[in-house]
């Protein structure tokens, strides 16, 4: 996965742009700015969340490890987590 995403930080989205295509690349989201630059995703199958959820970086990795991500965990700006992820656990309390 490329490093790109990260130049995204601290800029403010102005619009979103969402296409779906019957040829490659299958589905796109254009994320416009207030800056008149756009950053594009793009794939074979995107599925997004419904609604904003709590939680901070911590909590995100300790939910990706629940899951089992077994590749490549990026972190933008960079830096580790507060906490080993060996040392992180799945208890939410």
């Known amino acids: ?4 995403i990260a130049k995204i ?14 040829r ?3 589905e796109q989201v254009f994320l416009i700015f ?11 199958r995107f599925s997004c969340g ?5 939680g901070d970086v911590d909590y995100v990795v ?7 991500v077994n590749k490549e965990i990026k972190i933008y700006p960079p ?3 507060a906490l080993p992820m060996k040392q992180l656990t799945t208890d939410d309390s």
């Not at 419904?50 to 709590?54: A, G, I, L, S, V």
């Not at 300790?62 to 089992?68: F, K, S, V």
């Open 62 to 68: 300790r939910l990706l490890e629940r899951y089992g």
């Open 9 to 22: 930080i601290g800029k403010r989205i102005r619009s979103i742009v969402l296409v779906e295509n019957d």
């Open 79 to 81: 830096g580790p987590p």
């Open 34 to 44: 207030d800056d008149g630059t756009y950053f594009e995703l793009f794939g074979e």
């Open 1 to 4: 996965m490329r490093s790109h």
């Open 24 to 26: 490659d690349p299958r």
């Open 50 to 54: 419904t609604h904003f959820h709590d």
